[in-house]
């Protein structure tokens, strides 16, 4: 299915979990939004984690393979990272996990971050304030805010509450921050409703027998 045609599905509360969810099967066929390097540009502009001026750049000063190459990079952090979580969700995280988590190490080793002093445009009670920028080199630096949301899911997010959808053939996952966190559902409008609905005709062929 051709991902243009749907748009990406940003519901987990947690940036690092909707990249996750950057495959689903939101209706009967399983999309992939970065199943190349377009696919990859769309999504991160969708998630706002690349200002769209680099992205535009990156379009017009990059190959199509050299972005698919980035792409696949991506998928394949995903799968790896999807492991980890599936292993992990619904515990706390401990130092015995940081072993695994090396790979973002390494891949933080290669970013090209500086600070800059700019001017507070939000009208706080500061004026200057410290701001973190990025030299976009080349493609395989947008692999950088996605990592950067990878990294500040462990570190920041309590895994007890990451959780997977308990629809039948829901892959998304979410962090619950409901009150009690009861959540159950990636979407009540999607699974929630189906789970509802199939309840509801299960209580009728009851009463039917």
């Given amino acids: 299915m051709d991902y243009r045609q749907i748009p990406a599905i940003f519901l987990a509360d947690a ?4 990249f996750l969810n950057s495959v689903a099967t939101p209706v ?3 999309v992939d939004w970065i199943s190349d390097g377009e696919g990859l540009l769309a999504w991160l502009e ?18 199509p393979a050299e972005l698919d190459a980035v792409a696949a990079q991506a998928r394949a ?26 790979p973002l190490n390494q891949l933080f080793e290669r970013d090209e971050q500086y600070a800059e002093i700019v001017a507070d445009a ?3 009670t500061s004026i200057l304030e410290l701001r ?17 949301a990878l990294a500040k899911l462990v570190c920041d997010e309590d895994f007890t509450h990451v959780k997977a959808c308990e629809g039948p053939r ?30 509801h005709r299960k209580r009728l062929k009851e009463r039917e027998r």
Avoid: Y
């Avoid at 979580?85 to 072993?99: F, M, N, Y």
């Avoid at 973190?132 to 950067?148: D, F, H, Y």
């Avoid at 829901?170 to 699974?191: E, K, Q």
């Avoid at 929630?192 to 199939?198: C, L, Q």
């Fill in 77 to 102: 952090l995903r799968e790896w990272f999807r492991g980890f979580v599936q292993k992990r969700k619904g515990r706390p995280l401990s130092a015995r996990d940081l072993r695994e988590l090396e």
């Fill in 122 to 124: 939000t009208g706080g």
């Fill in 170 to 199: 829901c892959t998304l996952m979410f962090a619950d921050h409901t009150r009690g966190h009861a959540r159950r559902w990636c979407s009540m409008a999607i699974c929630g409703n189906r789970a509802k609905v199939a309840a």
């Fill in 15 to 18: 940036p690092g979990l909707d």
């Fill in 132 to 148: 973190a920028n990025r030299r976009w080199k080349s493609p395989e630096s947008l692999l950088m805010p996605i990592v950067e």
């Fill in 28 to 30: 009967d066929e399983e």
């Fill in 46 to 63: 969708q998630a706002e984690l690349v200002p769209r001026a680099t992205l535009a750049a990156m379009r017009s000063q990059s190959t």
